[in-house]
C-alpha cells in the first residue's frame, strides 16, 4: 500500500505502468490492486501508442467510454457502422449497453497519447442499444482566465451525451493560478495531474498521481509554477459493478 495515502478525506493513488490491447503501453490509475473501481467510475487509462501497437476488434457491453485524446489521433470502427478518426482536442464516446465491438487503433505515426474513461451504466440501462458519438476540438466549451483555462469535456454546456451525471474537465493552472474544485452534492470525484505538480490541503500530488474524494466539498489547488490535471467526478450508481473482462455487469 506504499503508494496510497489517506488524509482528511482523500485517497492519494499512483498510476501503474502497464501492458493493454496489443502492445499499447497505459498507465492504469484504477481497478488496480492498489485502486478498485470508483463508483460510478470502472477504469481510467492514461495510453501512449504507437503503431503498429493498438486495440484490435473486442466486445463490450454494460458501460460506456470515453476516448479523449491530447495527442495524436485514434479511430473508432465499430459494428454499428462508425469508422471515424478523432484527434488533440476531441473524443470519441461509445455506449455498450447491451453490447457492441469495435476497434481502436492509432491514427497517426509516433506517440497517440489520450485518456479512456470507463463509467458504468446503471442495471435499468444494461441492455440498451449500442451507441456512438464524437466530439471534435473546439467544440467543447472552454473556460478561463488569471491564468485558469478549463476545457468542459463533460457537464455544463458540453454536448457530450452521457448515461450518468459526470463532470469531466481538462484543467491547466499556469503561474501557480489557484483553481478551486466544488464537488457536486452526492458526487464522487478525483483529479488526475498528467503535467506538472499540484498542492492541495494536506497532499502534493505529482504527474501520475491522483487524489480522490468523495465528501469534500470545497477546497483549493495551487500548482507551482505550471500543472495540467483531469478533475472528474460523477453520481454513484450503488450498485455491485461485477467486472468479466471487456464487460461490466
Known sequence: MGNQTSEKNMLKVKAHAMMEGAGANVKRLFPTQLMNTYDPFVLLDEFFVTPPAGFPTHPHRGFEGLTYMLEGGFNHKDNLGNDSSVYAGGVQRF????????????????VNHGFQLWINLEKSKKGMNPS?????????????????REIVIAGEG???????EVIYKDVTSENGAPYEITLPKDHKGF????????SVPYHSVEKGEALFFSDQEKFTITSNPMCRFLFISGRPHGQEMILNGPFVD
Do not use: C, M, R
Open 95 to 110: 455506449t455498450a449497453g447491451s453490447g457492441l465491438e469495435h476497434s481502436e487503433l492509432p491514427a497517426e505515426e509516433g
Open 132 to 148: 456512438y458519438q464524437q466530439v471534435d476540438k473546439g467544440d467543447f466549451p472552454v473556460n478561463g482566465g488569471d491564468g485558469i
Open 158 to 164: 458540453s454536448s457530450l451525451i452521457l448515461q450518468t
Open 191 to 198: 483529479i488526475y495531474v498528467f503535467d506538472g505538480a499540484i
